[in-house]
């Protein structure tokens, strides 16, 4: 004779069967290993100070966005360096820019053109 708790531990057992198989077939990975999940996208911060971009050099993932905080005392902007295909507007000490990326980058002070900048995406 079956008990009540055998029953339901049949059915909690091909259910649990059940949604693995489920996440199986959708192709579910461990997120530690950060395979088959696409991680949120991060925001890295470009600091303007002293008439350079810190970091320089920045490596993010598609669709990570940029924030460039001005904490110098004259204005500036971010435009992309090779064909000016965008730009900021100018912004003073304090105020931020930011943009989504999507594609490898060059980018400059067009009114302090020294001041220059990359952004590669990660591999």
């Known amino acids: ?19 693995l198989l489920i996440m199986f077939l959708m192709g579910y990975k461990n997120p530690e290993n950060n395979v088959g999940f696409s991680k949120a996208p991060t925001t890295h911060t470009v600091t303007i100070f002293r008439m350079k971009f810190n970091p320089a050099n920045l490596t993010v ?18 435009t992309e360096e090779l064909s000016h295909k965008w730009t900021s507007k100018p912004f003073n000490k ?9 594609e490898d980058i060059e980018y400059f002070c067009n009114l302090h053109k020294v001041m220059k900048g990359t952004i590669t995406l990660a591999k």
């Open 61 to 78: 993932k598609k669709g990570d966005t940029v924030v460039w905080i001005n904490k110098d005392f004259v204005p500036h902007d971010v």
């Open 94 to 102: 304090g105020e931020k820019w930011s943009k989504v990326i999507n």
């Open 1 to 19: 004779m079956r008990t009540h708790k055998s029953s339901i531990s049949k059915y909690l057992l091909f259910f649990a069967a059940l949604i």
